[in-house]
């Protein structure tokens, strides 16, 4: 990996918040539903199925531990093409399939695998998310995908929830699953003209895509998939 950070006129932490929870949105209907669980032990081992996946109850801790101090959500996504450095935490990876399924639950080990419902390289349906459980606790998701043939991992957005007390809101987070990406020219580190695109994370240009996740004390966080409309 070459572990390089790419600034493409974009400083990942100045990426302006694209939306805020909806304290009256109501979500009903046929969907698919898990929940990301903070553990404090880990299942290490399991492979199994279900509709839970585990993860470290805290991913780091001293200098580097995620701060629960900001808004209930905090909402950042790409405007252009951006890439980073993984930071240190449990992955889920997503594959595309023709329905949803938990392949592996266990990230506590490093990483779980997640088949979600995909069309060509479109996801066909929306995702939200809300975090539930003890106050005072908060989890970062940022999503990657990962080119091979630069060996660059582009980010494609990022979601921060801090457990408040009250009730829980929802957030939508499909602009989770499109990434801005171009060629990068290896001696400057920036992109190439006329390369710049936005796509798909399923793309064939992406080998892998997932959500980093950090996390501090969180529980729980359920994820539900809602099945788009089919356009007649």
């Known amino acids: 990996m070459k572990g390089v950070i790419v600034a493409l006129a974009l400083i990942l932490a100045a990426a302006p918040a694209m939306a805020q929870p909806d304290p009256d949105l109501k979500l ?34 001293g200098p ?11 909402v950042l996504d790409d405007e252009v093409p951006t890439t980073d450095k993984v930071p240190a935490g ?5 594959e595309p399939g023709a329905t949803f399924e938990i392949i592996d639950r266990d990230a506590t080990d490093g990483s779980a695998t ?12 929306d995702i939200y998310l ?31 929830l801090n457990r408040k007390t009250g009730k829980a809101t929802w957030v939508k987070v499909n602009y989770l699953f499109d990434v801005f990406w171009c060629d ?22 992406f080998e892998s895509y997932f959500w980093s996740i950090q996390n501090n004390g969180t529980r729980l966080v359920q994820v539900r998939l809602y099945p788009k409309p089919t356009v007649q």
């Open 184 to 205: 990068v020219d290896p001696d400057t580190n920036l992109c190439i003209a006329g390369t710049t695109d936005e796509y798909s994370v399923f793309n064939d240009v």
């Open 130 to 160: 809300r975090v539930l459980g003890k106050p005072h606790t908060c989890m970062d998701i940022s999503a990657f995908a990962y080119d091979l043939n630069q060996d660059l991992y582009f980010w494609a957005g990022s979601v921060t």
């Open 114 to 125: 997640i088949q979600v419902p995909v069309e060509g390289d479109q996801i066909t349906f």
């Open 64 to 74: 580097d531990q995620l701060v629960c101090d900001g808004p209930e959500v905090v």
């Open 28 to 61: 009903s209907g046929k969907h698919y539903q898990f929940n990301i669980i903070g553990h404090p032990k880990g299942i290490s081992g399991d492979d199994s199925s279900g509709r839970a996946v585990m993860i470290p109850l805290k991913t780091s801790t």
């Open 90 to 94: 449990a992955r889920i990876y997503f």
